[in-house]
């Protein structure tokens, strides 16, 4: 129970189609497991109640939420649902990411139409999110906020507006956790490498064509942990960790949770 009573807004909490689970949905069950209620919130308004359904079955407090980070207005009611419903946030988890799917691509193929879709998930959403629940947390003098960047971020990467908003997302939580330190808030962010997850695998299967599991053996072969990608449990325990309490002394940091690729990297 390392999240007993506290109070967590997961964002991102359904997940796309394709085989096994999503970041996001994980995450959810990890922490409703640990102890944490749990608003779950998703643009996909059946898809949040599946994970809360989900994560009721645990026997723990999960209630889905519909909200689009592309609109501030909805974050923000997001936020005053939560606060109205528990009198508090301790965590707020923004686990929202889209490339491909967004019509993102390499520099000489990016439109604008596309660019600006992709940075309205991946970075203008989590800013939004977090201009809303700080002052509950300066408040509170308390709370904590996780985002989810990317490997992308630091390693050769073929499309620009992935790469360019969620090497933002890592200054921006470093600013957060800077500025709001005094208040007693945490902030981190989580780089996944290689992950087996439906948006990272089956969107790609959309994309080209070619068989999910030509797909997942190439990316298993670029892991240097087992020639094994993550999965969605590995963020999940990585975000359990930097919610909990035993994260108490840590913030500012940007965590690779990857198989070793950074260290490839260098």
Same mark, same amino acid.
């Given at each position: 129970m390392?999240?007993?009573?506290?109070?967590?807004i997961?964002?991102?909490?359904?997940?796309s189609?394709g085989e096994g689970?999503?970041?996001?949905?994980a995450?959810v069950?990890?922490?409703?497991q640990?102890g944490?209620?749990?608003?779950?919130v998703d643009?996909?308004?059946?898809?949040a109640e599946?994970?809360?359904?989900?994560?009721r079955q645990?026997?723990g407090e999960c209630?889905?939420?519909?909200?689009d980070?592309a609109q501030?207005a909805?974050?923000?009611a997001?936020?005053k649902?939560?606060? @109205?419903r528990w009198g =508090?946030?301790?965590?707020?988890?923004?686990?929202?990411g889209?490339?491909i %799917?967004?019509? &993102?691509?390499?520099?000489?193929?990016i439109t604008e139409?596309?660019?600006?879709?992709?940075?309205?998930?991946?970075?203008?959403g989590?800013i939004m999110?977090?201009?809303h629940?700080l002052p509950?947390?300066?408040?509170?003098?308390s709370?904590?906020?996780?985002?989810i960047?990317?490997?992308a971020?630091?390693?050769?990467?073929p499309n620009v507006a992935y790469?360019?908003?969620?090497?933002?997302?890592?200054?921006f939580t470093?600013?957060v956790a800077?500025?709001?330190?005094?208040?007693?808030?945490?902030?981190?962010t989580?780089?996944?490498?290689?992950?087996?997850?439906?948006? @990272?695998?089956d969107? =790609?299967v959309?994309?080209?064509g070619?068989?999910r599991?030509?797909i997942? %053996?190439?990316? &298993?072969?670029?892991v240097p942990?087992r020639?094994r990608?993550g999965?969605?449990w590995?963020v999940a325990?990585?975000a359990?960790?930097?919610?909990?309490?035993?994260a108490?002394f840590?913030?500012?940091v940007a965590?690779?949770?990857?198989?070793?690729?950074?260290?490839?990297?260098?």
């Amino acid at each position: 129970m390392r999240l007993k009573e506290k109070i967590a807004i997961v964002v991102g909490a359904g997940q796309s189609p394709g085989e096994g689970m999503g970041n996001g949905r994980a995450t959810v069950l990890r922490f409703v497991q640990e102890g944490a209620k749990v608003l779950a919130v998703d643009r996909d308004l059946a898809s949040a109640e599946e994970t809360a359904a989900m994560a009721r079955q645990h026997g723990g407090e999960c209630v889905p939420f519909a909200a689009d980070v592309a609109q501030g207005a909805t974050l923000e009611a997001m936020v005053k649902d939560a606060h @109205a419903r528990w009198g =508090r946030i301790d965590i707020l988890h923004y686990n929202v990411g889209v490339s491909i %799917a967004g019509g &993102d691509g390499p520099l000489q193929d990016i439109t604008e139409e596309a660019f600006d879709r992709v940075s309205a998930v991946n970075l203008r959403g989590a800013i939004m999110a977090c201009k809303h629940v700080l002052p509950v947390m300066r408040a509170q003098r308390s709370g904590v906020i996780l985002t989810i960047s990317s490997l992308a971020a630091w390693e050769q990467y073929p499309n620009v507006a992935y790469k360019a908003t969620k090497a933002g997302l890592i200054a921006f939580t470093q600013q957060v956790a800077i500025q709001n330190a005094e208040y007693g808030i945490r902030a981190n962010t989580i780089l996944p490498g290689l992950m087996d997850t439906p948006m @990272a695998v089956d969107t =790609r299967v959309r994309h080209t064509g070619k068989p999910r599991a030509e797909i997942a %053996a190439a990316r &298993d072969a670029k892991v240097p942990l087992r020639h094994r990608m993550g999965t969605a449990w590995d963020v999940a325990n990585a975000a359990l960790f930097l919610a909990s309490d035993e994260a108490n002394f840590i913030t500012g940091v940007a965590l690779p949770v990857d198989g070793g690729a950074m260290v490839k990297i260098g």
